[in-house]
């Protein structure tokens, strides 16, 4: 049981580029989100999804997709990357509920020069 | 915007002692209020949760204090040791069959051996 895994743990892009940064779980959660973590900021909620083939906007939306094919898979994607970008992005997952703990990926560092 | 407001920023404890961490909130309609850990490098994971149907829950040396009319909740950590240093997040969860969470901030707790 891997929990909720990402790849990749580091990354550096130049501005226009776009990536796909990847999350997995494996513990047949139904509820994923994606959050960003900057200085002062604490976590913000880019997108979440409640179910596969189904997803929703967060607190920060902009210049990030996400979707869910499977109930596994929550990758987030740039589109064109900008140095506001520059973060550090958790994916959790949690089973669907009003209390149920909410697991949290190791992270991905990334970089926009 | 729905917030949820933490201090203090940062904290400094000798061993031994009591490490005292406040959040406060906004919106009533909020009705779990988690608590994360997150060590340097690693994803947040959660510590303690509360109910706003009690005031007060404790797991070891760690409590959290719940306050309803002031909208008010506090992390107590008890005889806090060098192992505890780490960053706490408060949260809260919206409720309302999406279950998403607003962050604190964050705290930066140091213990000092």
């Known amino acids: 049981n891997a929990g909720v895994t990402q790849t990749p743990k580091f990354q550096v892009l130049k501005t226009g580029q776009s990536m796909t940064l990847q999350c997995a779980q494996d513990?047949?959660?139904?509820?994923m989100s994606w959050y960003r973590q900057d200085p002062g900021m604490g976590l913000r909620l880019i997108h979440y999804s409640v179910g596969a083939g189904i997803t929703d906007q967060g607190e920060v939306p902009n210049g990030y997709n996400v979707s869910r094919s499977t109930t596994e898979d929550f990758p987030l994607r740039l589109l064109s990357a900008a140095p506001s970008q520059t973060s550090v992005y958790f994916c959790?997952?949690?089973?669907?509920?009003?209390?149920?703990?909410?697991?949290f990926g190791p992270g991905t560092r990334l970089t926009v020069t | 915007q729905q917030q949820v407001k933490q201090s203090p920023q940062s904290l400094i404890v000798q061993k031994g002692g009591i490490s005292i961490i406040n959040c406060a909130y906004e919106?009533?309609?909020?009705?779990?209020f988690p608590w994360y850990q997150q060590f340097p490098g690693k994803g947040p994971a959660l510590l303690i949760a509360i109910r706003p149907d009690v005031s007060e829950k404790k797991e070891g040396r760690f409590t959290i204090s719940f306050n309803k009319s002031a909208k008010q909740f506090s992390l107590h950590i008890m005889d806090s040791q060098p192992g505890d240093s780490a960053t706490y997040f408060c949260a809260a969860s919206t409720g309302g069959g999406t279950y998403k969470y607003i962050f604190g901030t964050g705290t930066r707790l140091k213990v000092l051996a």
């Open positions: 919106n009533t309609a909020f009705d779990y």
């Open positions: 959790a997952s949690r089973r669907q509920g009003r209390s149920y703990e909410q697991y």
């Open positions: 513990m047949n959660h139904e509820y």
